[in-house]
């Protein structure tokens, strides 16, 4: 019998926008990133709860490898002093290879712009399950596509 341990992949994500304009779009205007990149993020609705409050309740409808795929996932925590989120799945296609699945984002200041530490924190149902490489590298995507959206912004 196979035993289960919590796996993380993280990196460092450099971008133009800063921390509190990034961060302010992945927590209090996320519905606005369906805008952004439209391919990819199909919608994200708000279930539960309010905007960029801990406890709240989304979906998010994308598309990963050619397939429509949908994850329910609640604001676990927001530190606002540190711009850091995390997302907590609770169903969707994730949790078809996943025991759990989280999502955690911090901005952190740079001389010029900032950095996105992205870590991604998954408990495999079993060994056979891929690592998800392929998802963090599309996610990975969906940030950048934030920042270029966000960098005008900065020049003004």
């Not at 002093?81 to 699945?101: M, R």
């Not at 900032?114 to 924190?121: F, K, T």
Request: proline share 4%; charged share 25%.
């Amino acid at each position: 019998m196979a035993t289960s341990a919590i796996e993380k992949i993280e990196m460092d994500v450099p971008i133009k926008a800063t921390p509190q304009q990034f961060y302010e779009v992945l927590c209090n205007k996320t519905h606005h990133i369906s805008n952004v990149c439209p391919d990819i993020v199909k919608g994200i609705e708000l279930h539960e709860g309010d905007w960029g409050t801990e406890g709240c309740i989304i979906s998010w409808n994308y598309v990963f490898a050619g397939k429509t795929c949908i994850s329910k996932q609640r604001i676990e925590d927001i530190d606002k002093e540190n711009n850091k989120i995390t997302f907590k799945v609770l169903g969707g296609d994730l949790l078809e290879d996943y025991k759990s699945f989280k999502f955690i984002m911090q901005i952190v200041p740079q001389r010029e712009g900032s950095v996105v530490r992205w870590i991604v924190e998954y408990e495999k149902l079993n060994n056979n399950v891929p690592n998800p490489h392929s998802l963090f590298h599309l996610s990975v995507e969906v940030l950048k596509y934030v920042d270029a959206h966000l960098a005008p912004e900065d020049k003004k």
